[in-house]
């Protein structure tokens, strides 16, 4: 059965109950909304993977995936990596247990979730600039530019001990 199909007889009732809409469908993508409340599940067919999106309308959906699950909502539910069928399931486990708040459209609840997910992405992103940076150092020190190896390892808060001590050498090389 496609993908749409199995969303429209396991949690178009569902949605429906909650006083969603579906606004959008087609074999890979359907979208429900409500005056304050946008649902979208998609499957990619090229990566067999399934997707499902909630947000506050006019504000940007949070992607609900297994890390959200695990560290937002606390719950051992999978939403990652499963056959269509399975994952259509486990939203309807979702909706009906932890994400109730936000199909009720809980506002609350809602913006919570998106200050998680802010969280979450800055969090990213600093990893990344983090090694970024290390890699950065560790290219400068192996051309014996030890001024950029200071310059990069002085925008890491948390410094591995290798680097200390690739730090303190360079200030020594440096007379500092």
């Known amino acids: 059965m496609e993908f749409n199909q199995l969303i429209l007889e396991k949690l178009h009732s569902l949605f429906i109950d909650y006083g969603l809409e579906k606004t959008e469908?087609?074999?890979?993508?359907?979208?429900?909304?409500?005056?304050?409340?946008?649902?979208v599940l998609s499957h990619n067919p090229r990566e067999n993977s399934n997707?499902?999106?909630?947000?506050?309308?006019?504000?940007?959906?949070?992607?609900?995936?297994?890390?959200?699950m695990r560290e937002y909502f606390n719950s051992d539910l999978k939403l990652s990596n499963l056959p269509q069928e399975t994952f259509i399931n486990?939203?309807?486990?979702?909706?009906m247990g932890d994400g109730e708040k936000l199909l009720k459209g809980n506002e609350r609840a809602l913006v919570s979730l998106e200050k998680f997910n802010e969280?979450?992405?800055?969090?990213?992103?600093a990893n990344l600039v983090e090694q970024q940076n290390l890699e950065a150092a560790n290219k400068a020190w192996k051309e014996g530019n030890y001024s950029d190896v200071i310059k990069y390892l002085e925008k890491i808060n948390d410094l591995p001990e290798s680097f200390k001590q690739k730090y303190k050498i360079a200030q020594q090389k440096l007379g500092k």
Do not use: M
Not at 51 to 68: A, S, Y
Not at 90 to 95: A, G, P, Q
């Open 51 to 68: 997707t499902l999106w909630v947000g506050r309308k006019h504000f940007n959906e949070v992607e609900i995936d297994n890390q959200v």
């Open 90 to 95: 486990n939203v309807f486990l979702f909706f």
């Open 119 to 125: 969280q979450r992405s800055s969090e990213y992103t």
């Open 25 to 39: 469908q087609s074999t890979n993508i359907v979208k429900y909304e409500s005056q304050e409340l946008v649902i």
